[in-house]
C-alpha cells in the first residue's frame, strides 16, 4: 500500500512537470514520454491496480415505433392521443359519406415513418425502414411495399393538409381499427409478440387506469375505481396487489386472475413480507378479529401459517423463521417455522429482545414472561442451546455484549468479570458459569474470536511489561501465545475481530517491543498463515465473492504532507493473502457479478468519477461517469448517469462496458424470460427523436442492439414480469 502511495505523489508531480514543459513547446514529446513513464510505473510496481483497457461498445441501437402501438381519435376534435401522450390535429378528424377523414402525416410518425408530401402534386410518401406508403389526392389507388390497394373515398386536402379514410389505410399497414360509435373514438392498435411473456406495470393514480398488462396480446389497462395501487409482487406467475379500498375503507390483498380481481384478504394491513419456501410471506394485522398474523402465498391460494402473533422480532436464519409469538391472551412464545411450514414451539413463556448473528451461530437474549432470571439461547440451525448464569463472579447474561460470547467445540464461551475485575474466560452453562483453568499469561481479554475450534484471546498480559497478546486456546485442552513473524513485536492491540469467508480477520494496533501500540494494522488469518497490511484505520462494511471478500476501509495516505485518512478497498483471496482492490476511492455503488466486484464512485487519484471492476486484477470500465442508477439484472449490471453532461445508460461486466442507449435518463431496468431482452423505463433525451422528453418504455434486445417502443408517457412506479 506505501508504495502505492509513493506512485500516486509521482504521478502528481508529473502531471506538475508536463504543464511546465508546454509552456517551452515541446507539448507533443513530453506527453508521450510522461505517458510511457506513468504507464511503465504502473505497470511494474501496481499490478493490482493497472487497468486493463476499457472494453466499450459504441453502437448506436435502432428503435422501433410501431411494434406496440395505441392510439385514440375522436370524431371532430383536434386532439388526440398516443399511448399517453396527448397531442393535436391541425385538421379535426370529420366523417365524410361514412368514413372517417383522418390527418394522416401527424400520425404516422408517432409510429416511427418519416413522412414527405408535396402540396403541389399531392403526392404523400412514408417509410419507417420496413414499410412503404405512397398515396394521392383525389386517387383512389395507394400502395403500400409496392403492392396496389384501393380507398372507399378518395384522400382530400383540406386546409392545405391530406386527409385520408384511416380504417383503410390503417389495415392495410397491418394495424387494428376499431370504432366505439356511443364516444366516437376509433383506436388503432398493434402488437407484437417479441417473446417475453407477459409483465404488469402500475401507477398510484386513483380513478385512473393505474394498472397495465402487457404481452403479445398488446397493451391494456384495468381501472381499479376507487382503489389505491400500494404495491404488487410477483410469486410463481401470479401477480398480487396491496391495495387501499376507499370504498370499503380498508387495506387487502388482490390477486389477478384471468383478466380479473380476486380478494384473497380483506381488512388485512401488511407490516413485513419477504420469500421464504419457495413462497411469498405476508405478516400482517387482521383488522377482523384484531390479531397479527402470518399469511404464505404459493401462486395459487393464501393459506394461514401463524395466527395470533404479534412479533416483535422475526429472524431468517438457515432456512427457517425464528419468532416471537405474543397472542391475544398475553402469552409469549418463541416459535420456529422451517421450509416445509411445520410449526414448532421452542420455548413457552419466553420472549426473544435482541439477536446477532456470527460464524454461521445465531444468539438470542431471552427472557421470561415471570421472574428475573435471563437466558442466553444458541441456535447453528439445526439445535438450541440454552444458557443461564448465575454465578456470583459472572455479570447478568442480558448485560452481556454479543462480541463477548462465542461457540467453540459445542460449548458456549463468554468474556465476564471476575471478582478482582478482570476479564476472564468462562465456559457458559445452565445455571452456572465455569472458569478456565488460568492461563499462564494473565491475560486481561479485551476481545476473543472462535476460529477453527479454537478461541482467539486478545488482551494485555499481566507482567509487568503490560504487553499486548494474542493467545489461542483450545477448548479441554492448553493456552498458547501466537508468534508469528508478521505480528510484529508480538505487541498487538486488536480491536475488531471478525471471520468472513472462512478467514480471521483483525483489526487494530500493533508496537515495536514495549511501546505503546500505535501502527494501525489489519490482520488475516487462515491455515495457519498470517498476513497483514498496515495502515488500515477502520472497517465499514465487507462483500464476499468466490474468489475472496473485499473490505471498504479508511486507511491512511502516509505519502501525501499530513498524512491524510481516505476511502479504499481491500482484497483479501481465499487463501488470506491481502491486496488493493481500488485506493483513494469513494464507492457508490457496488455489485457482485460471479467472482468480481463491480463499483463506481470517485476516483481521487485521477480526480473523476469511474465505474471499474475487480477479481484478480483492476479494470477500469466506464471513464467520467457519475452514476445515478444501478441495478445488478441476471449476469450484469445496468448504470446510469451523466457522462460529458449527457445522461448514459450501460450494461457493465466484469471485463467490459457496453453503451446501450445515450441522452437517455433511466429509471427501471427489469430481466424478462428471455435472458438477452430486458426492459427499460425512463425519460428519452434524444432531441432528434418524437418522443424527446416523454417517459418511454422499451423492450430491449441485447443480442440484436434493437429496442421495441411499448408504451410512453406513463407514469410507472414498479414493474413486475410474470
Not at 267 to 296: A, E, M, P, Q
Not at 524 to 552: C, H, M, P, Q, R
Request: proline residues 2%; charged residues 25%; glycine residues 6%.
Amino acid at each position: 500500500m506505501e508504495d502505492i502511495n509513493i506512485i500516486s505523489r509521482i504521478i502528481k508531480i508529473l502531471l506538475h512537470l508536463e504543464g511546465k514543459y508546454l509552456e517551452l513547446g515541446v507539448e507533443e514529446l513530453k506527453k508521450t514520454v510522461l505517458f510511457l513513464l506513468v504507464f511503465t510505473i504502473l505497470l511494474v510496481q501496481l499490478p493490482m491496480a493497472v487497468t486493463a483497457g476499457t472494453t466499450t461498445d459504441t453502437k448506436t441501437a435502432k428503435v422501433s415505433h410501431d411494434g406496440f402501438v395505441d392510439i385514440t381519435l375522436t370524431t371532430d376534435d383536434k386532439k388526440f392521443v398516443v399511448h399517453s401522450l396527448t397531442k393535436s390535429f391541425s385538421v379535426a378528424p370529420y366523417i365524410n359519406q361514412g368514413q372517417l377523414f383522418v390527418q394522416i402525416d401527424q400520425i404516422l410518425p408517432w409510429i416511427g415513418y418519416k413522412v414527405n408530401f408535396d402540396n403541389k402534386t399531392g403526392l404523400m410518401t412514408a417509410s419507417n425502414g420496413t414499410s412503404n406508403l405512397s398515396l394521392k389526392d383525389k386517387s383512389l389507388q395507394y400502395k403500400v411495399n409496392g403492392k396496389e390497394f384501393k380507398f372507399t373515398k378518395a384522400p382530400k386536402i383540406v386546409s392545405n393538409k391530406l386527409t385520408v379514410p384511416v380504417s383503410d389505410v390503417f389495415k392495410s399497414l397491418g394495424y387494428e381499427v376499431t370504432y366505439n360509435s356511443k364516444t366516437k373514438t376509433t383506436k388503432i392498435l398493434k402488437s407484437t409478440d417479441i417473446g417475453i411473456g407477459g409483465f404488469t406495470f402500475f401507477n398510484k393514480q386513483i380513478n385512473l387506469p393505474n394498472f397495465f398488462t402487457v404481452d403479445k396480446k398488446g397493451i391494456y389497462s384495468d381501472m381499479l375505481s376507487n382503489t389505491e395501487i400500494k404495491d404488487i409482487y410477483s410469486q410463481e406467475g401470479a401477480i398480487i396487489l396491496y391495495v387501499y379500498d376507499q370504498a370499503l375503507r380498508q387495506n387487502k390483498l388482490v390477486k389477478r386472475e384471468n383478466g380479473k380481481f380476486v380478494d384473497l384478504k380483506q381488512n388485512f394491513d401488511i407490516v413485513d413480507t419477504y420469500i421464504f419456501g419457495g413462497c411469498r410471506v405476508f405478516y400482517g394485522y387482521d383488522n377482523s378479529d384484531k390479531k397479527y398474523k402470518l399469511y404464505r402465498f404459493t401462486g395459487n391460494n393464501l393459506s394461514l401459517v401463524v395466527g395470533d402473533c404479534y412479533s416483535s422480532v422475526q429472524v431468517n436464519f438457515k432456512d427457517s423463521i425464528i419468532l416471537n409469538k405474543y397472542d391475544s391472551n398475553r402469552n409469549y412464545t418463541i416459535v420456529k417455522i422451517d421450509p416445509k411450514w411445520n410449526v414448532r414451539q421452542l420455548y413457552t413463556n419466553m420472549t426473544m429482545t435482541e439477536y446477532y448473528i456470527t460464524d454461521d451461530w445465531l444468539y438470542m437474549k431471552t427472557r421470561p414472561q415471570e421472574g428475573t432470571k435471563q437466558y442466553l439461547l444458541v441456535s447453528n440451525g439445526a439445535s438450541i442451546m440454552m444458557v443461564t448464569c448465575t454465578d456470583s463472579n459472572a455479570k447478568d447474561l442480558y448485560s452481556i455484549d454479543f462480541d463477548d460470547v462465542r461457540v467453540c467445540g459445542g460449548k458456549v464461551y463468554a468474556i465476564l468479570q471476575d471478582d478482582k475485575k478482570v476479564r476472564k474466560l468462562y465456559q457458559l452453562d445452565v445455571d452456572k458459569a465455569k472458569k478456565m483453568p488460568t492461563d499462564p499469561y494473565g491475560l486481561n481479554v479485551e476481545v476473543m474470536e472462535s476460529y477453527n475450534g479454537k478461541l482467539y484471546l486478545f488482551g494485555t498480559d499481566s507482567s509487568k511489561q503490560k504487553l499486548n497478546r494474542i493467545v489461542e486456546y483450545t477448548p479441554g485442552g492448553s493456552y498458547s501465545t501466537v508468534n508469528s513473524g508478521k505480528l510484529s513485536g508480538k505487541n498487538v492491540k486488536i480491536a475488531k475481530t471478525m471471520v468472513i469467508n472462512n478467514t480471521m480477520i483483525l483489526l487494530g494496533k500493533q508496537a515495536v517491543g514495549v511501546e505503546a501500540p500505535k501502527e494501525e494494522v489489519l490482520y488475516t488469518f487462515k491455515t495457519g498463515t498470517w498476513n497483514y497490511a498496515l495502515d488500515v484505520k477502520s472497517i465499514d462494511s465487507y462483500i464476499v465473492t468466490e474468489k475472496g471478500v473485499y473490505l471498504k476501509v479508511k486507511d491512511f495516505d502516509r505519502a501525501s504532507a499530513k498524512s491524510t485518512t481516505r476511502n479504499s478497498v481491500l482484497f483479501i483471496n481465499n487463501s488470506g493473502s491481502i491486496s488493493n482492490a481500488a485506493i483513494d476511492f469513494n464507492i457508490t455503488n457496488q455489485s457482485v457479478v460471479g467472482d468480481s466486484l463491480i463499483f463506481a464512485g470517485a476516483n481521487n487519484i485521477t480526480n473523476r468519477y469511474d465505474i471499474s471492476s475487480h477479481d484478480s486484477k483492476y479494470r477500469e470500465l466506464v471513464t467520467g461517469i457519475t452514476v445515478k442508477y444501478w441495478n445488478l439484472v441476471s449476469d450484469q449490471v445496468f448504470a446510469g448517469g451523466l457522462q460529458d453532461k449527457i445522461q448514459t445508460l450501460y450494461s457493465l461486466t466484469p471485463k467490459a462496458s457496453k453503451l446501450v442507449k445515450k441522452d437517455f435518463e433511466v429509471k427501471s431496468v427489469l430481466a424478462t424470460k428471455v435472458p438477452h431482452i430486458y426492459l427499460i423505463y425512463g425519460i428519452e433525451g434524444d432531441k432528434t427523436s418524437i418522443y424527446s422528453g416523454s417517459k418511454v418504455l422499451y423492450s430491449y434486445n441485447m443480442q440484436t442492439n434493437t429496442f421495441v417502443l411499448l408504451t410512453a408517457g406513463k407514469d410507472i412506479e414498479k414493474i413486475i414480469s410474470y
